[in-house]
């Protein structure tokens, strides 16, 4: 019961953070889910295609490094992933529509079909406010520490959520959760983990003392 109470207590403070966020014209390019949440506990329509989907760490530095490319290529579809990795969970996730810029892939993890991810990933990116873009990154899916230098090393603004603790990198925020495992494990079911980070200040800048109350996790909707 007290693990239970802890844990939702962390998640109300993650509502809490996320709804004191005054901006509603950002757009988060994320790696994986875990870039949704904002959008969800806001109510906000996703102004960005990369929700409900994820890269693997190779793809996606090189879509955020050359954005503006990979968003001007025609979204297609192929049957299987280039990585061995995702096999498993491209079976066990019903064979999800895996589709393909250029020579980036993309896991729709969370779409039925082809047709549902390319009608929503089109109305999406048109939504992309690109004087506002933030870069969210996780340390999972083949991600190395080379790829979390680059990543790093974007301009713009950018957070990178990992389990290790890396100083030298400035975009990277450790999670304490996954300390001493080889990456962070799914931080949008277990957002939970996530309640130490200050989601004003990356989308506002500081943080204001006149920010909303929270709202109870189980009265929110998710966006289109």
Same mark, same amino acid.
């Given at each position: 019961?007290?693990?239970?109470?802890?844990?939702?207590?962390? $998640?109300? #403070?993650?509502?809490?953070?996320?709804?004191?966020?005054?901006?509603?014209?950002?757009?988060?390019?994320?790696?994986?889910?875990?870039?949704?949440?904002?959008?969800?506990?806001?109510?906000?329509?996703?102004?960005?295609?990369?929700?409900?989907?994820?890269?693997?760490?190779?793809?996606?530095?090189?879509? #955020?490094?050359? /954005?503006?490319?990979?968003?001007?290529?025609?979204?297609?579809?192929?049957?299987?992933?280039?990585?061995?990795? #995702? &096999?498993?969970?491209?079976?066990?996730?019903? &064979?999800?529509?895996?589709?393909?810029?250029?020579?980036?892939?993309?896991?729709?993890?969370?779409?039925?079909?082809?047709?549902?991810?390319?009608?929503?990933?089109?109305?999406? $990116? $048109?939504?992309? =406010?690109?004087? =506002?873009?933030?870069? +969210?990154?996780?340390?999972?899916?083949?991600?190395?520490?080379? /790829?979390?230098?680059?990543?790093?090393?974007?301009?713009?603004?950018?957070?990178?959520?990992? +389990?290790?603790?890396?100083?030298? /990198?400035?975009?990277?925020?450790?999670?304490?959760?996954?300390?001493?495992?080889?990456?962070?494990?799914?931080?949008?079911?277990?957002?939970?983990?996530? #309640?130490?980070?200050?989601?004003? +200040?990356?989308?506002?800048?500081?943080?204001?003392?006149?920010?909303?109350?929270?709202?109870?996790?189980?009265?929110?909707?998710?966006?289109?």
């Amino acid at each position: 019961m007290i693990k239970k109470l802890i844990k939702w207590t962390k $998640k109300a #403070a993650v509502v809490h953070q996320i709804r004191g966020i005054k901006s509603r014209d950002f757009s988060i390019i994320a790696s994986n889910c875990t870039g949704t949440m904002p959008y969800r506990f806001l109510k906000m329509p996703y102004l960005s295609p990369t929700v409900n989907l994820f890269f693997h760490a190779p793809c996606y530095i090189k879509f #955020a490094s050359r /954005l503006d490319h990979y968003l001007s290529q025609e979204l297609r579809f192929v049957s299987a992933s280039k990585y061995p990795e #995702a &096999h498993d969970t491209h079976t066990k996730f019903n &064979h999800y529509p895996i589709g393909v810029l250029d020579d980036v892939e993309i896991h729709f993890m969370h779409y039925d079909c082809e047709d549902d991810a390319l009608e929503k990933w089109n109305r999406r $990116k $048109k939504r992309i =406010n690109r004087d =506002n873009l933030i870069f +969210a990154f996780t340390d999972r899916d083949l991600c190395t520490p080379e /790829l979390m230098q680059q990543f790093d090393n974007l301009p713009g603004r950018k957070i990178l959520l990992t +389990a290790h603790i890396c100083p030298w /990198l400035e975009s990277a925020v450790h999670i304490p959760a996954y300390r001493g495992q080889s990456e962070m494990g799914d931080g949008y079911t277990n957002f939970h983990t996530l #309640a130490h980070i200050d989601y004003r +200040a990356l989308v506002d800048g500081p943080a204001t003392s006149d920010a909303p109350e929270a709202t109870p996790v189980s009265s929110l909707s998710t966006p289109v």
